[in-house]
């Protein structure tokens, strides 16, 4: 079956500091991987998405390439502001575009 | 998010109380998803409704649960003689025709006590 696993939070970083959130899952056929962010009190909001090997998704600043090699899908950003203080939920769907699987998310907080 | 209104977004009950929630999405989403956000866990799938078709009940934890979506657009999920244990967040989200992303509602929190 798919799974997805991310490293434990939370992940506390001073502003400016540079962000890495693993992320690492095992699939059934040929997955498309997300990430997803969740500020607090919202709902989950689609941040980017790579949909075939070597492809990087990016989005506020924030970037992950589809690693097929090693099954991972690491999100960075050189440089985070108080703002980006929220939940990151990595996730994948395979075949034809049914359930996604979510890693257990990982707590950033950014500190001034 | 917008486009996806789910109600109420806050829920407490009594234990052995039903409760329903409920999900409204804007149209030309086909497929329609239930999951459940737990404290200090990840989402967990519950059910799947996808246009005419038998829906996917594989998520639901146990037969307490159910859920319908009504004429291809309104969902409601139904509790049945709620646990402390279903305590949680449940999310509603959308996905479209050919875009993988989902499209989550804020969701409703509940609240078993």
């Known amino acids: 079956g798919n799974s997805v696993t991310q490293m434990e939070g939370p992940v506390t970083l001073s502003e400016e500091a540079f962000l890495t959130i693993n992320c690492t899952y095992t699939?059934?056929?040929?997955?498309?991987l997300f990430w997803y962010v969740q500020y607090p009190g919202e709902g989950l909001q689609l941040l980017l998405k790579a949909t075939k090997a070597d492809d990087k998704g990016s989005n506020k600043g924030f970037e992950a390439t589809y690693r097929k090699e090693t099954t991972s899908f690491h999100l960075e950003k050189g440089s985070v502001q108080v703002s980006d203080s929220a939940v990151y939920f990595c996730a994948l769907v395979t075949g034809g575009g049914n359930k996604l699987t979510f890693g257990t998310g990982t707590q950033l907080k950014v500190e001034l | 998010g917008a486009g996806v209104s789910q109600s109420p977004s806050n829920k407490v009950t009594e234990k052995g109380k039903d409760v329903e929630l409920r999900c409204d999405p804007i149209?030309?989403?086909?497929?329609l998803y239930w999951y459940r956000q737990s404290l200090g866990q990840g989402l967990e799938f519950l059910i799947y409704?996808?246009?005419?078709?038998?829906?996917?009940k594989s998520g639901l934890p146990s037969d307490r649960f159910s859920a319908e979506r009504t004429g291809g657009s309104v969902s409601t999920l139904t509790i049945q003689r709620t646990q402390q244990e279903d305590s949680a967040v449940y999310l509603c989200a959308l996905a479209g025709r050919t875009d993988y992303g989902y499209t989550f509602g804020s969701g409703t929190r509940l609240t078993v006590v």
């Open positions: 699939a059934t056929g040929y997955p498309s």
């Open positions: 409704f996808q246009g005419n078709s038998a829906p996917d």
């Open positions: 149209s030309g989403h086909t497929a």
